[in-house]
């Protein structure tokens, strides 16, 4: 396997690239972004046209998008991917979904006998670096080791297309949770004329530093940061509907999100601008002036 093609060279696309070129890979990149291509294109990857171009150049495809809807777009239609792919590529898809779509992309690569993998990445575990879990059969997962060796620190097969992507949702509700609760301890203690500080300076609990400097903006290019926790957590809820499982801090954390989004800048992606509905909540800024 030589030649590799990405589609979408965003936040974690770029990533993507910048490890595969490292490893010797030839590259192509597609993405609906020109100034994404330049960034790419400069650092040493082919641009390809289309979808369909880049399948029928590469040995694999790795997509990296912002969520169901653009997967499903790439995919289909007269320049989509299928159009381009053969029997025995490989096709690793990074991008966070709807289980669903996952489901769906393996069927219609069965089709064509193109191995498929779901392969959701996480830079959120205590471990450094990247890591991947995967959903797809034994047999893909094999086909797709080489790429996955390339692109991510560690990774692991959860189960069966769709399995990973469960997975994925579930560590998002974690995060999110546990970023809503530790924005609520903040804001308690200063709602309450306390300096948090100590609960990282003394204790080291680790809590987000931009609760504590009120800077929230971050360089995730494409879907911002804010708008990925916001789409994640209503995907995990989604699931949650269709069988029945209750989720009612999920349910909480995410109308938090949604008030959030409102109040805050689009470039002020994390988390850790959640803080900002709680001090609304509070009237800080009636608190702040006194």
Known sequence: MKAIGIVGVGYIGSLFLDELLDAGYDVSVVDVDDEQVRAATKRGASHAGTPAELARTTDAVVMALPGSPEVEATMEGEDGLLAGLEAG????????????TSVACERLCRDRDVQFVEAPITG???????????GGTETAYGAARE???????????IGD????????????????????????????CRDNGVDPSPLNEFLE????????????EQAIQGLGGLAI?????????????????????????????????????ENEGHAAALIEYWRALNDAEDRDAR
């Open 89 to 100: 590529q490989v096709l690793v898809d990074a991008t966070t979904t709807l289980p669903e």
């Open 205 to 216: 609990l680790g809590v987000w530093d931009r609760y504590f400097t009120g800077e929230y």
């Open 124 to 134: 959120g575990s205590p471990r450094p670096g990247y890591h991947v879990m995967v």
């Open 147 to 157: 790429i996955l060796d390339a692109i991510c620190d560690d990774h692991v097969r």
């Open 229 to 265: 926790w916001h789409k994640d957590v209503g995907y995990a809820r989604q699931v949650a509907r269709e069988n029945g499982t209750a989720l009612p801090l999920a349910a909480v954390v995410h109308e938090a999100y949604k008030a959030t989004v409102r109040r805050v800048d």
């Open 161 to 188: 297309v769709g399995d990973a992507t469960v997975f994925k949702l579930a560590l998002q509700l974690r995060y999110a949770g546990q970023q809503a609760v530790d924005a609520e301890v903040v804001e308690f």
